[in-house]
């Protein structure tokens, strides 16, 4: 695997686990609750891909 995958995996697991955490925090979500951890698990991701730490390994 090289940077790039390595680096896509971890922020689509990061992703993932908010989204995980989010909807067993709010229980029985409704559509709002679901857009709602969608928008957080995305923003998670996307930070997680663009952190500063992954510039230095390319």
Sequence with gaps: ???REVRGLTSAVAGLVVFGF???LVGNPHVIE???G???SFFTGYKV???SYWSRSD
Aim: glycine share 0%.
């Design 1 to 3: 695997m090289n940077a």
């Design 22 to 24: 989010w909807m067993s």
């Design 38 to 40: 969608l928008a957080l």
């Design 34 to 36: 679901t857009v709602i």
């Design 49 to 51: 891909y663009n952190l």
